[in-house]
């Protein structure tokens, strides 16, 4: 059984930086992506950054320069550094961990939420 946790979220002033993290439990094979999406209210859940089980990573235009995902494969975590924060930056971030060499199956994480505001 695979089970995903987000760690992290909270309340920041616009400019200011948060970390979010996430813990995989179980086994996710030898090749896998680990991400961060997020979804605003009102709005459609969209990919922040993601990872592969090579290092390869990529990110959405609006967070590129100011969000970094890295990853501890020995601990199947992932971390979402955030810097320079924006009130459009506003959502609940989910952490998901897609095994492609099992089954590709995906697994999401409960959320957690960043709110961005003076």
């Known amino acids: 059984q695979v089970q995903v946790a987000e760690s992290g979220g909270g309340l920041v002033q616009p400019g200011g930086s948060l970390r979010l993290s996430c813990t995989v439990s179980g086994a996710i094979g030898s090749i896998y992506t680990l991400g961060w999406h997020r979804q605003a209210p009102g709005k459609q859940r969209e990919l922040v950054a993601i990872i592969t089980n090579t290092g390869n990573t990529n990110y959405a235009d609006s967070v590129k320069g100011r969000f970094t995902i890295s990853s501890d494969g020995a601990k199947n975590t992932v971390h979402l550094q955030m810097n320079s924060l924006k009130p459009e930056d506003t959502a609940v971030y989910y952490c998901?961990?897609?095994?492609?060499?099992?089954?590709?199956?995906?697994?999401w994480g409960k959320g957690t939420l960043v709110t961005v505001s003076s």
């Open positions: 998901n961990v897609r095994r492609i060499s099992i089954g590709n199956t995906n697994y």
